[in-house]
């Protein structure tokens, strides 16, 4: 079974992408989800990047090691929320997938949307939308898992 792509006009980079998803994953395979991984954790980090440069005032704070990062990630929030306005993200989001949308304020996709490319087009779409948001906060405290040295 084939699939045939007629386009016209000009696409986003996010249809581009939805599209990529698509034929990748109609062959299936390991391979295929690595690829579309690795493409989706290079997004989420340009986005990122986006939005720190467009908000230069905003800075982030990043806790890592081995033991004790989700309380000290609390301490130093709980500390600088005194005299700033603080963004702390609950839960445990230290994955190459969840920290860029943690920083962002975009919920992670449950288990049952990980792989539904219509999910990430929409994630996609509330990143873009949050980096040209006003801020409303002064410092982001994030947790880091460090599973290597580096």
């Not at 792509?5 to 696409?11: A, D, K, M, R």
């Not at 929030?77 to 949308?101: D, F, I, K, Q, W």
């Not at 919920?107 to 990143?127: G, Q, T, V």
Request: charged share 20%.
């Amino acid at each position: 079974m084939g699939i045939v792509l007629v386009l016209n006009g000009t696409l986003s980079s996010s249809y581009i992408f939805f599209i990529r998803c698509v034929l990748l994953l109609h062959g299936g395979g390991r391979e295929c989800f690595q690829h579309l991984y690795l493409a989706t954790q290079t997004r989420l980090e340009n986005y990122v990047r986006k939005y720190f440069r467009k908000h230069p005032e905003v800075k982030l704070v990043v806790v890592t090691g081995s033991v004790g990062k989700t309380s000290t990630k609390r301490a130093i929030a709980t500390v600088l929320s005194t005299r700033y306005r603080v963004a702390l993200h609950e839960g445990n989001h230290n994955t190459h997938m969840s920290v860029p949308l943690a920083i962002l304020g975009v919920e992670y996709p449950s288990l049952d949307k990980l792989r539904n490319p219509f999910a990430w087009l929409s994630i996609f779409a509330a990143a873009r939308k949050r980096i040209n948001q006003p801020t409303g906060v002064d410092v982001i405290v994030q947790e880091l898992g460090a599973d290597q040295p580096g």
